[in-house]
C-alpha cells in the first residue's frame, strides 16, 4: 500500500515537473500561449529585430511602419527577398488593411551597424495635410536613422517612399515624439557637444521640407560645458500638444528613472540657451523614481473618472500618467522592470499610486531565456482603448492587455505570448567557460489602430504578430462581442 | 627576551596585515602599493555594490572603488569617449560636484578597453581632492573604477591599474561580470 502511494506521487511529481519544463521552454510548432487575445495575422518582418511600430490610416488603407534595431552578429545585413540584396536593418513597411493577410510592401535599409548601433529604430507618421505648412498630398514618415540622424520620408505612396530631408552629425538617436497638428518634434537626440547620449532636440517640422531648431534641451547638468554628475539620459517624450500643454519626459532604461513635467510652452517660447537656468524654466515637477527602475514610456491620460471616487466631493477625475520601464538583461539579471501608475493631478507633487508585474512564476519566465519585464506601451491615444486599456510589451512574457479604468487597481484581463519561430534569435547568458544560450520570444513593441487591433514586433527577429481580443477582455474597451 | 617577544610581535603582525591586503610587486627601490580591502562605503544605488579598498605604500590614503555595471547600451561602442567615463565611473559617488582636470586617456584592463581620466573633486571643510575614474567594457557590460586621494594622481593611476590586473582581481571581476 505504502509502495503504491510512493509510486503515485512519484507520477504526480513527474508529471508536474514535465510541465514546468514545458512552461519553462518555448518549441517550434508549440501554439502560443493566450488568454483572451488571439492571433489575427502575421508578418515575419524579413526576421529582423524590431522595435516601434506605428500604424497609421492611409487613405481606404491602413499601413505599418515597423522600425528596426541594427543586425546580429550572425546576420549583420538580413536578405531583402524582394531585392535579393543584403540590406541593414531598417524601416519594414506593411499594408495591414486586411489584419489577416498583411502585406509587405517595402524594407527601407537603415544605418549599418549591429543591435543598438545600427538600424532605424523609431518611426512617427504624420498627413501632410494636418501639419502646417506640409504637402496636403503627402504622408511623411519621421524615423532614426540609426545613431547618427533623423529623417523625414514622404511615404504617400508607402511602397516607394521619397526622402525629404534629412538632420545629421549625432551621435545617438530614440524614441521621439512629432505632433501631427502643429508640427512640432521632441527628436531624442545625442547632439555632440552634449554631455549625455541621448537629449531632446526640439525642431519645428511643420514644413517637412525646411527643418527650423527651435532649442536643445535636458536636466541641468547635461549640458555642454557644466561639470560634476551627469543625470540620467533622456529616452523619450510624449507631448498632450498645446491644448494640454504639457510633455512628459522619461529619463532612463532599467535605472535611476525620472518622469519630468514640462510646461510645453515655456520650453518652446521660453530662454534657449542651454544654461541650467533656461533649462529648468520650463520644468514643473520631475518624480525620481527608484534607482532600481528606469522611465522607458511615459503615457498621460489626463481626466480619469475613477469610479471609487464618484461620490468624493473633490478628486473625482485624475490625471496619470503610466511610467514603463525597459528590461535590460536576460534571463532576470537585473531589479523587475515593470509598470507604474503616477497620479500627477497636483502637478507639483506627482505620486506613484499602483504597479503591476507579470507574475514570475506564472510561466517561469526567468527560466525562459532572454528578457522578462516590461519595455513599453502602445502610445495611441485613439479612443478605442485610450483611458481603458494598455497593452505592455513584456519580452518572454509577451504582450499584456491591462484594464486601466480605475488606474489606482490595474488589472490584467488577457494576454498573448507568440510561438518561436526558425527565425527567432537565441538569447545568451555568461556561465563558466563560455554562454549558454536559450530561444524564447522577446516581444519589444506594442501599438495598436483605430480599429482596435494591436500589432506586436518582437527583438529576437519572430516578426509582427496583429492580434484582437477576445471574451471578457472586449467589454472591458467596449468592443463588441467577437 | 623582551627583545625576541617584540620581534615575534612584530612579525605576527606583519603576518596578520598581509590578510586581506593586496601587495603589488614593486619595482626595484620603488615603494610599495598596498590595497587592503575596506567594506563598500556608499548607500545602495541602481548598481549592486562592490568591492572597496584602502592604498598603503606609495599610494597611501587613496582609496579605490570597483564594481560590475551589467547591462549597457553600447554594446558595440563601449566606452567610447570622455563623456561616457564621467556618467558611469561613479566619480559622483565620492562626491556629485567633480570637474575633469584634462582629456581621459585609453586604457585597458586585460582584453577590456575604456578609458580614464583625472578630476578634481570638491571635499569636505573645501579641500580639494584628486580623483580618477576608469571605464572599460566587455561586451554590454561595464567593469568601473573610481579612485581618490591627496598624492599625485599619476602614481594612484598606475597603481590602481596594475591592481586590477592583479590575479586575485581578475577573477573576481569575471565573476563579477559573469553576474556571479
Known sequence: ?482 | MRRGAAIAAMAIALGVSGVGAYQLAPAPAEETARWREIAWPFPRDGWPAGRAFRCDGACAGAELYVRAKRGFCNCERGVADDDEVDRVADIDLISPRFTAVAPGEEVGIGAMRGRARRYDLDGPDSARLAAIGIAVSRRCDLLVAAAQGRGQAGVVQRAVLVFLEMPEMKTWVTAALDGK
Request: one cysteine or more; charged letters at 20%.
Open chain 1, 1 to 482: 500500500m505504502f509502495r503504491c502511494v510512493l509510486t503515485a506521487a512519484g507520477l504526480v511529481l513527474f508529471a508536474c515537473s514535465t510541465t514546468a519544463l514545458a512552461q519553462q521552454k518555448q518549441a517550434i510548432g508549440a501554439p502560443p500561449e493566450a488568454s483572451n487575445m488571439k492571433l489575427v495575422g502575421v508578418s515575419d518582418l524579413q526576421a529582423r529585430s524590431a522595435y516601434q511600430p506605428t500604424i497609421h490610416r492611409q487613405g481606404d488603407r491602413w499601413i505599418a511602419y515597423i522600425g528596426h534595431h541594427g543586425g546580429t552578429d550572425d546576420v549583420p545585413a538580413p536578405v531583402n527577398p524582394m531585392t535579393g540584396q543584403a540590406e541593414p536593418n531598417g524601416t519594414s513597411i506593411v499594408d495591414v488593411t486586411d489584419p489577416a493577410h498583411p502585406r509587405y510592401l517595402r524594407h527601407l535599409p537603415g544605418q549599418a551597424g549591429k543591435y543598438e548601433s545600427g538600424g532605424a529604430q523609431m518611426a512617427r507618421v504624420c498627413d501632410g495635410k494636418s501639419l502646417p505648412k506640409g504637402d496636403p498630398n503627402a504622408v511623411y514618415m519621421l524615423r532614426t536613422f540609426g545613431s547618427e540622424a533623423h529623417e523625414i520620408w514622404n511615404v504617400s505612396d508607402p511602397a516607394s517612399p521619397v526622402l525629404v530631408t534629412r538632420i545629421d552629425g549625432l551621435k545617438d538617436t530614440h524614441k521621439s515624439w512629432w505632433e501631427c497638428d502643429t508640427g512640432i518634434a521632441f527628436l531624442v537626440s545625442g547632439a555632440p557637444d552634449w554631455r549625455t547620449r541621448r537629449m531632446t532636440q526640439v525642431y519645428d517640422l511643420g514644413d517637412p521640407a525646411h527643418p527650423q531648431k527651435i532649442r536643445d534641451f535636458g536636466l541641468p547638468g547635461q549640458e555642454p560645458g557644466s561639470t560634476g554628475a551627469v543625470p540620467t539620459e533622456l529616452h523619450g517624450p510624449i507631448s498632450t500638444g498645446p491644448q494640454g500643454n504639457r510633455v512628459f519626459f522619461g529619463y532612463g532604461t532599467n535605472k535611476g528613472g525620472i518622469l519630468q513635467i514640462v510646461d510645453r510652452d515655456k520650453l518652446l517660447n521660453g530662454p534657449k540657451e542651454p544654461t541650467p537656468d533656461n533649462l529648468r524654466f520650463p520644468e514643473i515637477s520631475r518624480l525620481p523614481m527608484s534607482a532600481f527602475n528606469g522611465a522607458h514610456t511615459t503615457f498621460p491620460m489626463f481626466d480619469m473618472p475613477v469610479a471609487e471616487f464618484a461620490e468624493d466631493k473633490d478628486g473625482k477625475t485624475r490625471d496619470i500618467v503610466m511610467i514603463v520601464d525597459e528590461a535590460i538583461l536576460n534571463e532576470c539579471g537585473e531589479a523587475r522592470q515593470m509598470v507604474w501608475f503616477a497620479d500627477v493631478t497636483t502637478e507639483t507633487r506627482p505620486m506613484m499610486i499602483s504597479s503591476y508585474t507579470v507574475p514570475e512564476a506564472s510561466g517561469q519566465f526567468c527560466q525562459r531565456g532572454g528578457r522578462f519585464g516590461s519595455h513599453s506601451a502602445n502610445e495611441s491615444m485613439a479612443p478605442v482603448y485610450y483611458k481603458k486599456m494598455a497593452f505592455i510589451a513584456f519580452f518572454n512574457a509577451g504582450v499584456r492587455a491591462l484594464d486601466i479604468r480605475d488606474p489606482y487597481h490595474p488589472k490584467e484581463v488577457g494576454y498573448f505570448i507568440p510561438s518561436i519561430t526558425s527565425a527567432t534569435d537565441k538569447r545568451c547568458i555568461p556561465i563558466e567557460g563560455g554562454d549558454r544560450c536559450k530561444v524564447a520570444i522577446q516581444t519589444n513593441n506594442v501599438e495598436t489602430d483605430d480599429r482596435g487591433y494591436v500589432y506586436i514586433v518582437d527583438r529576437a527577429n519572430t516578426g509582427l504578430h496583429i492580434l484582437e481580443l477576445t471574451g471578457p477582455a472586449r467589454a472591458v474597451a467596449g468592443l463588441p462581442k467577437s
